[in-house]
């Protein structure tokens, strides 16, 4: 599975973006994708992920202001970014593995490949 994410960039605090993490390869509906961020600086953190089964999770910052969801036809998972603040600055990665449970993991170490980052900036 190859990974591509698009759609970051600078934005001013309350803002919105939308990522987007286009897939190629395999069979994409049978995988988990999260989606991490980093920080300069910083480890690389969580921030939501999406199941095969559609069931999600998110990283409690970003609770009410980040949606996440996927179009597998389009081998495509979006995050829906609304209210950005400036700590939500970093660069976004997406990731996926095959996972056969019905949760997706938060730990970057589950997930086996990796897109590059988009830059997300957001101004105060």
């Known amino acids: 599975v190859q990974l591509q994410a698009f759609g970051g960039g600078l934005v001013e605090n309350g803002g919105t973006l939308r990522l987007s993490c286009i897939a190629s390869?395999?069979?994409?509906?049978?995988?988990?994708v999260g989606w991490f961020r980093q920080a300069p600086g910083q480890e690389r953190d969580f921030v939501a992920a999406i199941n095969w089964n559609g069931e999600t999770d998110y990283e409690a910052s970003v609770v009410g202001r980040f949606t996440i969801s996927r179009d597998n036809p389009k081998k495509t998972v979006y995050l829906q970014m609304n209210s950005l603040k400036p700590g939500d600055t970093a660069v976004y990665y997406c990731?996926?593995?095959?996972?056969?449970?019905?949760?997706?993991?938060?730990?970057?170490?589950?997930?086996?490949?990796w897109g590059r980052g988009t830059k997300i900036t957001v101004s105060s």
């Open positions: 990731a996926a593995y095959w996972n056969f449970k019905t949760v997706a993991s938060v730990t970057p170490g589950e997930y086996d490949y």
């Open positions: 390869g395999r069979t994409f509906s049978n995988y988990a």
